[in-house]
Nanobody, 123 residues
Framework: HVQLVESGGGSVQAGGSLRLSCTDP????????MGWYRQGPGKECELVSS???????YYADSVKGRFTISQDNAKKTMYLQMNGLKPEDTAVYYC??????????????????RGQGTQVTVS
């Protein structure tokens, strides 16, 4: 049973930083595409960043240069380092594995496996 758990969300002032973590001790991250989606108020899920099975990374234009995705297979953990946060980054952030490939989609169909989400609020 896959149970991805996000942590690291919170409230910060504009310009601040947060690091999100996603883990499932019983899950095998290696060899799977994974990433982070976010859902702002009244919006669909938006793909923020991803790592492909070949290690290639993707970043939405809105976060390029500010966010960094990484993974530690030994710790079975994926991270999203978020710097220079802006109010428009306010959203619920979901980690996801085995992605649908969509950049925008209802949160229920963005991936085969998705965590419960962690709130990020930037004021």
């Amino acid at each position: 049973h896959v149970q991805l758990v996000e942590s690291g969300g919170g409230s910060v002032q504009a310009g601040g930083s947060l690091r999100l973590s996603c883990t499932d001790p019983g899950f095998i991250f290696d060899g799977r595409d994974m990433g982070w989606y976010r859902q702002g108020p009244g919006k669909e899920c938006e793909l923020v960043s991803s790592i492909g099975t070949d290690g290639a990374t993707y970043y939405a234009d809105s976060v390029k240069g500010r966010f960094t995705i990484s993974q530690d297979n030994a710790k079975k953990t994926m991270y999203l380092q978020m710097n220079g946060l802006k109010p428009e980054d306010t959203a619920v952030y979901y980690c996801a594995v085995d992605l649908s490939g969509a950049q925008h989609a209802p949160c229920t169909v963005i991936a085969v496996h998705r965590g419960q989400g962690t709130q990020v609020t930037v004021s």
